[in-house]
């Protein structure tokens, strides 16, 4: 049983388009994340959603919108895309927010813009 | 300036050797995890580990809260321990999140 599923696993497409990330758990947790990491592999929070409740936002441009339609889903929607975005999106899960308790990290999603 | 620092940035060792992978951390903090991402990018999780010493087969982590860092320890090293090894932590000053290294590139050598 996959704990933090995201699709699709890999995504090309041009700038200027629009695109989406889909994640789900099924870990039962109130809390879910995405992060991305770029080609340094340096990786950074992006969002944070807590029962659906958007916490934290990482000034993260406005073209990045994120959505959680319940507990067990996060999506991320990107418009206007640039060269920039080209990067891995992890989406991840735990109990609570922050590092009290595991943090469980999806197979993530490699974006490149052409 | 870098608030996590991971060192040293590479390490390239012998199939069985052993291994210490430091992070410092430049304030208080309320947590700290360790993880492993695999040469397939995977994100495993190996240690939830805010002070004290713990062991999971031949991983261990030390974090010293009052001196700002911690130790992962990997003994026997075999191929398959090779990857990016992440340390994060959430800085007490509140903010729900984990801030992760800069990471440490280990390559075992068969």
């Known amino acids: 049983d996959t704990a933090v599923s995201q699709t699709p696993k890999y995504l090309v497409t041009q700038m200027g388009n629009d695109k989406s990330i889909k994640c789900e758990q099924n870990l039962g947790h109130d809390t879910m994340y995405w992060y991305k990491q770029d080609s340094k592999k340096f990786l950074k929070i992006m969002f944070s959603y807590n029962n659906k409740e958007l916490i934290i936002n990482e000034t993260v441009p406005n073209r990045f919108s994120p959505k959680s339609p319940d507990k067990a889903h996060l999506n991320l929607h990107i418009n206007s895309l640039e060269l920039g975005d080209s990067a891995v999106y992890f989406c991840?899960?735990?109990?609570?927010?922050?590092?009290?308790?595991?943090?469980?990290f999806g197979p993530g999603t490699r974006l490149t813009v052409t | 300036g870098i608030q996590v620092e991971q060192s040293p940035p590479d390490l390239i060792l012998q199939e069985g050797a052993n291994s210490t992978l430091r992070c410092n951390f430049s304030d208080s903090v309320n947590n700290l995890q360790w993880f492993h991402q695999n040469p397939w990018g995977q994100l495993i999780n190996l240690f939830y580990i805010p002070s004290g010493t713990k062991q999971n087969g031949r991983l261990s982590a030390t974090t010293v809260a009052t001196e700002r860092y911690s130790l992962l320890y990997i003994s026997s090293s075999q191929t398959t321990d090779s990857g990016v090894y992440f340390c994060?932590?959430?800085?007490?000053?509140?903010?729900?999140?984990?801030?992760f290294g800069t990471g440490t590139r280990l390559t075992i050598i068969p």
């Open positions: 994060a932590v959430e800085f007490a000053f509140g903010n729900e999140k984990l801030t």
């Open positions: 991840a899960s735990s109990q609570v927010p922050g590092g009290a308790y595991e943090q469980y």
